[in-house]
């Protein structure tokens, strides 16, 4: 008898903040292998809003440019329409498992298994069964504000599994080890490079791997809990 193959998990892809869905596929094309991208069933998502500022990227890649919120001092603005503009989304091309995030996608993407389980939003799709965060940080870092929707998102330690890439480079590091702890067990994956989707050498590719492996046998056990 043919095996039966197996569902790839399904990840929604949030870029960083001036770039698109696009841009952060293009981003991983080139940094990370096949053997990996070919594991995951990515949809990139744009941003709910236009950028309203000039950002690098604008040197290197086309327009449009999307933002998924705004911040002014220690303010962060239009954070509940992201969230909701997410799960809308999240509703017409899901069922998705997992959500993938960079730089501004990462911190949307970090508060999101922790919102759904206070059930302030994210209740009208499956729970997040896992997270990839790269070069994210949470809300209320210094220098950052903190949207009332998130508040609690940190309130308990977050069981969801988790995947976190850190750059030696990175401006805000220690900020990002933080968000670390707030996960039970978290993988984490330390680059020599800066804010950026970072090249995936032999060993990371071996460790995210293995973490796509562990979050098949989640969701395979979940549905066969379900079932019975």
């Known amino acids: 008898m043919k095996k039966k193959s197996e569902k790839k998990p399904r990840v929604l892809c949030l870029h960083g903040h001036g770039a698109s869905g696009e841009i952060l596929k293009k981003e991983m ?45 220690k303010e962060i603005y239009h954070f509940e329409e992201c969230v909701q ?75 969801c599994p988790s995947l976190h890439f850190i750059g030696e480079k990175e401006t805000k590091k220690t900020s990002e080890e933080e968000l670390v702890k707030c996960f039970v067990n978290p993988v984490v994956i330390h680059h020599p490079e800066g804010h950026k989707v970072p090249n995936l050498d032999a060993e990371s590719v071996k460790t995210v791997i293995a973490f796509i492996n562990k979050v098949k046998k989640i969701k395979m056990a979940l549905q066969g809990n379900s079932k019975m």
């Open 29 to 73: 094309e080139l940094g990370w292998p096949q053997i990996v991208l070919e594991k995951l069933d990515l949809v990139f998502l744009n941003g709910p809003f236009l950028l309203q500022d000039k950002v690098d990227s604008h040197d290197i890649f086309h327009p449009p440019y999307y933002e998924w919120f705004q911040k002014d001092s």
């Open 85 to 159: 503009y997410v799960e809308a989304n999240m509703e017409k091309y899901g069922p998705f498992d997992g959500v993938l995030g960079f730089s501004q996608g990462a911190i949307v993407t970090a508060t999101m298994p922790g919102m759904q389980r206070e059930r302030v939003v994210l209740t009208k799709i499956p729970n997040i069964k896992f997270v990839i965060i790269i070069s994210g940080f949470k809300f209320g870092a210094p220098e950052f504000g903190c949207p009332k929707l998130a508040a609690n998102a940190y309130s308990s330690p977050i069981e």
